[in-house]
């Protein structure tokens, strides 16, 4: 298993949601309150997509790691086939 956390910067993170309808600060903050830190998040990632660019670069960036998993799946497949410890 892998865990891919999606980041962007605090304010970044803030000026999109308060263009969704309905939002508010008030309502933004109890979501923050409720949610991990970002910080902790990206600490326990193995995979963080940075989406502060833009969304072809994030795209990007998910196509990067998911050959990279593909890559590491294929590694551990072969150490197996051959009855060795992949690490």
Known sequence: DY???VST???IQRERVL???DMTDDKFNK???SQI???IK????DFIIDTSISIDDAE???LNILEEI???ERNRTWYRNHGLKSW
């Open 3 to 5: 865990v891919i956390v």
């Open 19 to 21: 263009k969704r309808p």
């Open 60 to 62: 990007k960036q998910a």
């Open 42 to 45: 990206c600490q326990k990632a």
């Open 37 to 39: 830190p970002n910080t």
């Open 70 to 72: 593909e890559q590491n």
């Open 9 to 11: 910067s605090e304010k």
């Open 31 to 33: 979501i923050l309150i």
